[in-house]
Nanobody, 119 residues
């Protein structure tokens, strides 16, 4: 089975930086799109960044966040700079993955990691 495990969350002050990591493990044939979503209490889950053939960011994080991949390690990263209190949320890793025994790709989610930005 495929698993996504996030790490790197924590408490930082406004203006600080944090780097999230998400490693995919299991019998993986290929990984297509990978991305990060976040969900704050009382709010809907929203896309933070995605990377496939290109990268995608919403205006709320554009210029501050950078998504990248290390294909050899099946890992996606989210570098977050100039953090704001409104960035506080649980951040979830997402990946579209084709398993070694699969004919199609499936969506997988990580457990989530808490990011708290104080001021």
């Amino acid at each position: 089975q495929v698993q996504l495990v996030e790490s790197g969350g924590g408490l930082v002050q406004a203006g600080g930086s944090l780097r999230l990591s998400c490693a995919a493990s299991g019998s993986i044939f290929s990984i297509n799109v990978m991305g990060w979503y976040r969900q704050a209490p009382g709010k809907q889950r929203e896309l933070v960044a995605a990377i496939g053939g290109s990268t995608t960011y919403p205006d709320s994080v554009k210029g501050r966040f950078t998504i990248s991949r290390d294909n050899a390690k099946n890992t996606v990263y989210l570098q977050m700079n100039s953090l704001k209190p409104e960035d506080t949320a649980v951040y979830y890793c997402y990946a579209s993955i084709m398993g070694s025994r699969d004919a199609s790709s499936y969506g997988y989610w990580g457990q989530g990691t808490q990011v708290t930005v104080s001021s």
